[in-house]
């Protein structure tokens, strides 16, 4: 759980992810897509990354991967990152982690 907490809050906006998980790829090409380089931490790469998982799941992730962070805060999964998407929320969510344009 230290761990977890410790790489959510390091960046603006962190993704934990599978390497074979194609949700997670395409939650990551959305936050790209909207002008943000999230950290991504592929935790089947990881040697602690069992316990990484369950770690997720008792923060309430509905499923363990993408677990996606911003400022330190769990927004949730797939469909809750979606969800805040298509509401339009989350580009305001994103707006410190987007470099100035301009």
């Known amino acids: 759980m230290d761990k977890v ?3 959510a809050s ?3 906006v962190v993704i934990f992810t599978k390497s074979s998980c194609c949700l997670c790829y395409a939650v990551n090409i959305l936050f790209q897509e909207l002008g ?4 991504v931490h592929e935790i ?3 040697p602690e990354g069992r316990e990484m998982e369950k770690a997720l799941s008792r923060l309430g992730c509905t499923a363990p991967v993408p677990a996606v962070f911003i400022g330190g805060k ?3 999964s797939t469909n ?3 969800s ?4 339009g929320s989350l580009t305001q969510l994103l707006k410190p982690y ?3 344009s301009g």
């Open 44 to 46: 089947d790469q990881d």
């Open 36 to 39: 943000v380089s999230p950290v």
């Open 98 to 100: 987007q470099p100035m």
């Open 10 to 12: 390091e960046k603006g």
């Open 80 to 82: 809750e990152v979606m």
């Open 5 to 7: 907490m410790r790489l």
């Open 74 to 76: 769990l927004m949730g």
């Open 84 to 87: 805040l998407h298509l509401s």
